[in-house]
T-cell receptor, first 116, second 113 residues
């Protein structure tokens, strides 16, 4: 069974500052993927970034970077230079790497509010 | 162009009714999913289909019956709706094989009165 824990239910961040969203996971699968999704108030789920368990380097996508520490089982999301449009719920998720049926297990989410 | 679309976006109905939610993807993906997001924003997998075959069924009541007429469509039919079924239902799709991100539809907000 897989489990994702996001310990920060909500946080404020000042515009233009960086923010780190915590995510820890637990799994017995040898290979897995870690994802971050953004859900703005409009409700859609937007894919942000992906990290494979065997990837040597931390993933980066624009202002998003994933701080992957495999030994600690953590996959924190760092958003640099926060913008007002970054205000949203952020979900960490993971899934096994299989041929098919890669279901995602989600954490409880972190609500981020960017202050001007 | 819409990648993953769902209809309807909002669904308000009475307890005991039967309703369906439709999902279509034009990404050429071979795997589709249904997730449920409850009032506390918790997202949980319900079903997954690969090439029209059910491969994941996560202890969902029998009142929920997914149907995949082809790889691009995955519909969700719910019988005898209950108050606890009120949630946002997301359809998603991905490619099987090497892990690829799942693309989500806009969600369907179901309210059971």
């Amino acid at each position: 069974a897989q489990k994702i824990t996001q310990t920060q239910p909500g946080m404020f961040v000042q515009e233009k500052e960086a923010v780190t969203l915590d995510c820890t996971y637990d799994t017995s699968d040898p290979s897995y993927g870690l994802f971050w999704y953004k859900q703005p108030s409009s409700g859609e789920m937007i894919f942000l970034i992906y990290q494979g368990s065997y990837d040597q380097q931390n993933a980066t996508e624009g202002r998003y970077s994933l701080n992957f520490q495999k030994a600690r089982k953590s996959a924190n999301l760092v958003i640099s230079a926060s913008q007002l449009g970054d205000s949203a719920m952020y979900f960490c998720a993971m899934g096994p790497i299989k041929a098919a049926g890669n279901k995602l297990t989600f954490g409880g989410g972190t609500r981020v509010l960017v202050k001007p | 162009d819409t990648a993953v679309s769902q209809t309807p976006k909002y669904l308000v109905t009475q307890m005991g009714n039967d309703k369906s939610i439709k999902c279509e993807q034009n990404l050429g993906h071979d795997t589709m999913y249904w997730y449920k997001q409850d009032s506390k924003k918790f997202l949980k997998i319900m079903f997954s289909y690969n090439n029209k075959e059910l491969i994941i069924n996560e202890t969902v009541p029998n009142r929920f019956s997914p149907k995949s007429p082809d790889k691009a469509h995955l519909n969700l039919h719910i019988n005898s709706l209950e108050l606890g079924d009120s949630a946002v239902y997301f359809c998603a799709s991905s490619l099987a094989g090497n892990y690829n991100e799942q693309f989500f539809g806009p969600g369907t907000r179901l309210t059971v009165l």
